[in-house]
């Protein structure tokens, strides 16, 4: 039984952040950090050190 292939193909096809079709092995590091969200390398690795923050969007204003 082939349950790692199964999960790959269960996964989107895209980057959930910018929607940049993944490739296997990105799919493959998708995986093997926890499944979601599915990042491609570019995303994931602008996400790694920020994750603490993940659903922080303080990006627009309180800059004085
Ligand atoms: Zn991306």
Redesign the pocket.
């Known amino acids: 039984m082939d349950l790692e292939e199964h999960s790959i193909e269960s996964l989107p096809d895209r980057?959930q952040?910018?929607?940049?079709t993944l490739t296997g092995a990105e799919k493959r590091t998708a995986l093997e950090r926890g499944g979601t969200p599915v990042?491609?390398a570019?995303?994931?690795a602008e996400q790694a050190p920020a994750a603490e923050n993940a659903d922080a969007d303080a990006d627009a204003g309180t800059a004085s």
Do not use: D
């Open positions: 980057c952040s910018c929607g940049a990042l491609c570019t995303c994931a």
